[in-house]
Nanobody, 124 residues
Framework: QVQLVESGGGLVQSGGSLRLSCAAS????????MGWFRQAPGKEREFVSG????????YYADSVKGRFTISRDNAKNTVSLRMNSLKPEDTAVYYC?????????????????WGQGTQVTVSS
């Protein structure tokens, strides 16, 4: 069983930055593909970004490409999401997700493990 704990959410003004982190435990971290999803009120959970086992491949939703950067530290069992140039439409609960498959999935069904979520609110 994999446990995921997110941190780093908060309130920020439009144009600001935040860094989310997710700490994983319970399984060899380098055997986990990691992803970030978000869910705004009244909307479905959507893919934001994903990263392969050793960080050689990164993937982004079109809506965040060029503004968000995903990275992982396999020595610390953490994955991070650096979010720059934040917009009010980025407001959502952000979830860390993990899966043992080698490829990065972009749907919620591609991930077996989920964190509890962290709120990101961007004010205009």
């Amino acid at each position: 069983q994999v446990q995921l704990v997110e941190s780093g959410g908060g309130l920020v003004q439009s144009g600001g930055s935040l860094r989310l982190s997710c700490a994983a435990s319970g399984r060899t971290f380098t055997s986990l593909t990691m992803g970030w999803f978000r869910q705004a009120p009244g909307k479905e959970r959507e893919f934001v970004s994903g990263i392969t086992w050793y960080g050689t491949g990164t993937y982004y939703a079109d809506s965040v490409k060029g503004r968000f950067t995903i990275s992982r530290d396999n020595a610390k069992n953490t994955v991070s999401l650096r979010m720059n140039s934040l917009k009010p439409e980025d407001t959502a609960v952000y979830y860390c997700a993990a899966d043992g498959r080698r490829v990065v999935g972009t749907t919620t069904s591609a991930y077996d493990y989920w964190g509890q979520g962290t709120q990101v609110t961007v004010s205009s």
